[in-house]
């Protein structure tokens, strides 16, 4: 008979002295499970209603991507990174244009550059709705997810008649866009980011606003300032835990120095404030969209590439602001069409390595909460 | 006027065949009113589509749906326990039926301890959640049994405690006499005590059907569907779907015989009172329905631990001084 060894804090329902013999419980969370959003694994030890401990196993969608992209040359690699992270596609693209523009010196126009931006952004707001909306209904709240799906389908159609895609956009290449935007891009996009701006504040009454949401928020599964460095934490999650930092601002790319917005922080490093901080930076990308769209310029969308793509010998490191975190991507070239070797630092693999220090000492109901607020993709970890 | 006698067994029949016809009807009713209404609260296209004019067929192409699935029981369950659990939940469900007066002489059982007899009933059920929760060898199906184990010694309190109330107002235990009993505005008045008592009630009723915010032994974002995790088909139907929605029905009956005047004309004017009963009491059973499904939409779920203490910490005790204040009310008013 194994006694519960793992401290406990006063506060918890059990007591310490006195209380019933119990027996620890190992269950698995998963691979198949509905809040793990994918084939993710949390190896839990549970005594009754508290979770002692929980592992994190990963690999389950392991799909060999960084030694799939040495086969193929740099517009194949587009349509194959787009996949990382299915909820963030275009923005997954974004880091590999980036950085073989870089290594070939290519000059990418301003038009690119901003539809660049907008698109970015609009596919961030897709993605933090549909965070908003899947931790919505991990809490038994299940009204968000239908709100937030109306909101996500006026942008999607936005996407859509853009890019050809709803999911995997393949629309960046290196030198600039694959082609122009319909016609019309203007107003529609317009028109479903200021619904999204004038909709926000409902969405968050319906959650923020509810007791029970706080109480089962509040001060949940917090994640330390210093934790949340040595874990190397990005994103929204950092931002949560009181790290003010975000690539957009600190190391400006494409035109995003030419915009006005705000990085969100919060200071407690709970659900609750990682939350939080995702809800309003929908409302900073937003932003983002109306400024880039009223400063459209005109002009071409291709820098002048030439007809084989082809990188020339060297190494370069572009890391850029994905919606989940900091996206890295270190590409060697050998001077072939394809590169030598590209090392992938993706957000949501770092973020999940934090989770079994949250985890510890929760309730299991928790344990679904704080999954739910570290927002990551299960392809974005396995790749 | 007819003069018929019948035979005890004939009676007896026809008593049968009327509670297992009015449940699953009423069930039935009470999923498609669910469909519906969370349709309209929440923009959901889904159940607005199938059939053509307002997703009438929804329901019908759910059950449909649910009859054709296989009949699934794990190799390592219990088996016997496991096929018979879905049983051991469903009709002690029916039996709350039985002493719900849906008009003046329109009641299947008027008991002399109707009220006791529903509580007692009522609670029955569990026993069947605990026997699917074990019996599936699954340890999601384990948490949600013990889970709702737990919930039900909470709140089965807060319903007998509001339940108490309405007794002593009435003075009575029998349903039809509870109704007699309540004169317009009912028993929601007086306003200190019955208004309290109502809404006791209203929050045990949620709990006890373990729905949203109060479903923590079938969250399925937690524990998949607790204790009918390995369930499927029509088995899966009977124990969850079908037990949730008798459920409701019988609650939101429960509620309007003991608070809302059951059968009685919602006001109290002369020519309300040539409209059967039965409108009455289906309109009011209706608005109590219509209440626990807009509840579903509004909140999250609370955690295992806020649900014990809300109940231990704040309900039971409204109830205790709840029931101090019915009997000075009875003495002295």
């Known amino acids: 008979m194994a006694m519960t060894t793992g401290p406990k804090p006063a506060s918890r329902g059990a007591g310490a002295e006195g209380r019933l013999q119990t027996q620890e419980m190992i269950l698995n969370v998963g691979p198949q499970h509905p809040a793990t959003h994918g084939v993710f694994r949390l190896l839990a030890t549970i005594d009754g209603e508290i979770l002692i401990n929980a592992e994190p196993v990963i690999g389950y969608m392991h799909r060999g991507y960084e030694k799939l992209v040495e086969q193929r040359d740099y517009r194949q ?124 504040p409902d969405y968050e009454n319906l959650l923020v606003g509810n007791e029970i949401f706080k109480q089962r928020t509040i001060d949940v599964g917090v994640l330390d300032r210093e934790a949340a460095y040595s874990y190397g934490v990005t994103g929204p999650i950092a931002r949560g835990s009181g790290i003010d930092m975000d690539v957009r601002k600190d190391e400006p790319y494409l035109v995003y120095d030419q915009f006005e917005f705000d990085v969100c922080s919060a200071p407690n490093g709970d659900c609750f404030d990682r939350f939080w901080v995702l809800v309003r930076e929908v409302g900073e990308s937003a932003r983002i969209v109306e400024q880039a769209i009223e400063g459209l310029p005109p002009g071409p969308i291709m820098g002048k590439v030439p007809r084989v793509v082809q990188a020339p010998a060297g190494e370069v490191y572009v890391r850029t602001e994905n919606p989940l975190g900091e996206l890295g991507m270190y590409l060697v070239s050998d001077g072939d069409r394809r590169p030598y070797r590209l090392k992938i630092r993706t957000p949501s693999y770092s973020n999940v390595s934090a989770l079994s220090h949250v985890l510890a000492n929760t309730y299991v109901s928790d344990m679904i909460a704080i999954l739910g607020s570290f927002f990551f993709v299960l392809g974005d970890i396995d790749r | 006027m007819f003069d018929i006698t019948l ?58 749906k649910f009859l054709l699935k296989e009949d699934i029981i794990p190799a390592a369950a219990d088996r016997k326990v496991f096929s018979f659990a879905p049983a051991a939940i469903m009709v002690p469900i029916i039996m709350i039926y039985l002493v719900i007066p849906i008009d003046r002489n329109l009641v299947i059982e008027d008991l002399d301890v109707g009220l006791f007899y529903l509580l007692a009933i009522g609670s029955l059920s569990t026993i069947g959640l605990l026997m699917a929760g074990w019996s599936s060898a699954n340890k999601y199906a384990l948490i949600g049994a013990l889970r709702s184990a737990a919930q039900l010694i909470a709140y089965e309190l807060p319903i007998v405690f509001a339940a108490a109330v309405v007794a002593m107002l009435a003075g009575s235990l029998s349903l039809i006499d509870i109704v007699e009993a309540q004169n317009f505005p009912f028993a929601v008045w007086p306003p200190g005590i019955g208004l309290v008592a109502f809404l006791l009630f209203t929050v045990g009723a949620v709990a006890e059907m373990t729905r949203v915010p109060f479903d923590m032994p079938v969250a399925e974002s937690e524990i998949i569907t607790g204790p009918f995790t390995e369930y499927s088909g029509m088995r899966y139907i009977f124990s969850h779907m079908f037990a949730e929605m008798g459920h409701m029905v019988a609650f939101g009956g429960i509620a309007a015989t003991l608070f809302l005047g059951g059968y009685k004309p919602i006001v109290p004017l002369r020519i309300l009172e040539y409209i059967p009963g039965v409108f009455w009491f289906f309109g009011k059973t209706m608005f109590m329905i219509f209440l626990f499904l807009w509840i579903r939409p509004t909140f999250p779920r609370v955690r295992e631990d806020q649900l014990q203490k809300f109940a231990w910490k704040f309900l039971i005790p409204v109830g205790l001084v709840l029931i101090l204040a019915t009997g000075a009310w009875v003495l002295y008013v």
């Open chain 1, 77 to 200: 690699i587009t349509n194959l990174v787009s996949r990382m992270d299915w909820l963030s596609g275009i923005n997954n693209e974004l880091p590999l244009a980036l950085a073989v523009e870089q290594l070939m010196e290519i000059e990418v126009p301003p038009r690119a550059q901003y539809l660049r931006v907008i698109l970015c952004e609009m596919n961030r707001i897709l993605n933090h709705l549909m965070f908003f909306a899947s931790f919505g209904a991990e809490l038994g709240a299940i009204t968000p997810t239908f709100y937030a799906f109306r909101e996500r389908e006026d942008i999607q159609r936005v996407m859509e008649a853009t890019t050809g895609g709803r999911m995997h956009f393949g629309f960046f290449r290196p030198g600039g866009l694959k082609e122009d935007v319909p016609r019309g891009f203007v107003d529609e996009a317009l028109k479903g980011v200021r619904q999204v701006i004038e909709r926000l």
């Open chain 2, 7 to 64: 035979a005890t067994w004939q009676i007896l029949v026809i008593k049968v065949l009327v509670i297992l016809t009015v449940v699953p009807v009423g069930a039935l009713v009470g999923g498609y009113a669910e469909h519906k209404v969370m349709a309209h609260l929440q923009h959901r296209l889904g159940p607005m589509y199938p059939g053509g004019w307002h997703g009438w067929a929804t329901t019908l192409a759910d059950g449909i």
